[in-house]
Every structure is written in C-alpha cells, then in structure tokens.
C-alpha cells in the first residue's frame, strides 16, 4: 500500500540556517504531494502541494519539488524563523484513492534565536 | 470566518466506555474525513463521506468504531468499549469535494482511556 518516509525529528536550526526535510514515498500511479505544517496549539494547516512529476510547490519561503525518479518530496526553506517552529507532515494522496491521505511521522523543527 | 470545529476538544475516558466525538465541517463542503492520530504519529485515515454516503470506512480499526453524517453536515464518530489503544487525537477534515479540492482540518479531539 501507499506509504511516506520523512526524517526523524526533532530538528534544532538558528534563526537564518536552511532547512531540508527529507520525505520519500512509495505509491503507484502517480500520487499527489502535499506538506502540511501543525503550529502549536493549532490544527493541521496545508503548506504546499504538487500534483505531477516535476511540479514545484511553494508558499511562504518553503519549497518543495516532485521528484518521481527518486520518489522524493524535500521540504527546504533558505531561511527560517523562529515563527517556523512546528511540526511538518509529508503526505499524499493516491493515484486510485481520490480522497485519503496518507501521512509520514512528521518532524519537529525547533528555530533558536 | 468558521473552520471545522470539534467538540469535546478532551475526553477521558474509563475503558469500557462508549464516546462520542462530534465534527462540524465548513458550510457547503460536501466531503468529510476522520483520521487517527496516536502520539508521535501522522494521522491515519479511518473513513470518508460525500454527503451523507460513507463511501469509505476501510481505515475503521474495529467494529467498535462507527461514524454517521445523517444529514450531510454533521458527523459524529462513536467508539464502544473504549480500549487503552484508542487513546489518540482524532481529527476531522471537510472540503468541497474530492480531488483536487484541499481537506481543511479541524482541531482535533484528544482521547485518553484510562
């Protein structure tokens, strides 16, 4: 079945540093991506998306690009804040499904001054 | 303007109890899901209505867990016998409809059986 693979968390970076969160799947077809982002105290919010192959999400300094030969999603930002501190959910939502997503395990990012 | 909403926010729970846990979608979003969310963990999908149709339960873990939307708005999803392992946060999502349209989420419910 659909399945997501992201880095382990939690993940320290000074205010300023680049972010990279790994993310890596395992569907048929060719699923939809998605990175959603949950701030403290709050609800799951969606960050970004791409639908096919090749397709660059972006939205508030963070991107992401499909990446279908490696089954790849990264999540990078060049420079974060401490607003950024949360936790990230990598997911997609399947070829066949048309409804479901399935999410990784999320990652914590904590932003220092 | 008016996100999902959930309600209670906390339950505590004594296992063997039967809950309720109550969504209310945005206004005019035809599609609603619940997902499962154990500590540490991504949500899990547990089941999906378009409109008042479950059209998808295959994430339900037990019969124990059962979802209605009898009106195509509301849902509530019941869990009899409460065990410790259902202690989780339980989030609901609405959109407009399936693909491509964004599931927004709710705040979530969190469960704990003691």
């Known amino acids: 079945g659909d399945s997501v693979t992201q880095m382990e968390g939690p993940v320290t970076l000074s205010e300023e540093a680049f972010l990279t969160i790994n993310c890596t799947y395992t569907a048929t077809g060719y699923p939809s991506l998605f990175w959603y982002v949950q701030y403290p105290g709050e609800g799951l919010q969606l960050l970004l998306k791409?639908?096919?192959?090749?397709d660059k999400g972006s939205n508030k300094g963070f991107e992401a690009t499909y990446r279908k030969e490696t089954t790849s999603f990264h999540l990078e930002k060049g420079s974060v804040q401490v607003s950024d501190s949360a936790v990230y959910f990598c997911a997609l939502r399947g070829a066949g499904t048309a409804s479901k997503l399935t999410f990784g395990t999320g990652t914590r990012l904590q932003v220092t001054l | 303007g008016a996100g999902v909403s959930q309600s209670p926010r906390y339950k505590v729970a004594k296992r063997g109890q039967d809950v309720a846990l109550r969504c209310d979608p945005i206004?005019?979003?035809?599609?609603l899901f619940w997902y499962q969310q154990a500590l540490g963990q991504g949500p899990e999908f547990l089941t999906y209505f378009q409109n008042e149709a479950q059209l998808d339960k295959s994430g339900l873990p037990s019969d124990r867990f059962f979802a209605e939307r009898p009106e195509g708005s509301v849902s509530t999803l019941k869990i009899q016998r409460t065990q410790q392992e259902d202690s989780a946060v339980y989030l609901c999502?609405?959109?407009?409809?399936?693909?491509?349209?964004?599931?927004?989420f709710g705040p979530g419910t969190r469960l704990t059986v003691l």
């Open positions: 999502a609405s959109s407009l409809g399936g693909v491509p349209h964004e599931q927004f």
């Open positions: 206004s005019g979003h035809v599609s």
């Open positions: 791409a639908t096919k192959a090749d």
